[in-house]
Nanobody, 120 residues
Framework: QVQLVESGGGLVQPGGSLRLSCAASGSDFSINTLGWYRQAPGKERELVARTTFSDGSTNYADSVKGRFTVSRDNGKKTVYLQMNCLKPEDTAVYYC?????????????WGQGTQVTVSS
């Protein structure tokens, strides 16, 4: 059974930093991509950042470029999101998403979500 387990959310003041982690567990898969989406109240879920595990290439939402950094640890099957210069508009539930390769198919998995609140 594949699971994505997130950690690292919380409450932070504007201008502060947080680091999110997401570890993929289970067997019989390789990781195609791991990344982060977020959903604020009343808004649709949106891509924040993701990385391709084979070559480390990354994609970012325009709203977080220069402030957030996504990185990976292939051995630990883990993706990180370092969030700096946080703004109130970054407040949302952050979800880890993984596209995993089971050999004959690719499947998408979601973590349970972790709340990030930016407020003074």
């Amino acid at each position: 059974q594949v699971q994505l387990v997130e950690s690292g959310g919380g409450l932070v003041q504007p201008g502060g930093s947080l680091r999110l982690s997401c570890a993929a567990s289970g067997s019989d898969f390789s990781i195609n991509t791991l990344g982060w989406y977020r959903q604020a109240p009343g808004k649709e879920r949106e891509l924040v950042a993701r990385t391709t595990f084979s070559d480390g290439s990354t994609n970012y939402a325009d709203s977080v470029k220069g402030r957030f950094t996504v990185s990976r640890d292939n051995g630990k099957k883990t993706v990180y999101l370092q969030m700096n210069c946080l703004k109130p508009e970054d407040t949302a539930v952050y979800y880890c998403n993984g596209i995993l390769d089971h050999g004959t198919r690719l499947d998408s998995y979601w973590g349970q979500g972790t709340q990030v609140t930016v407020s003074s």
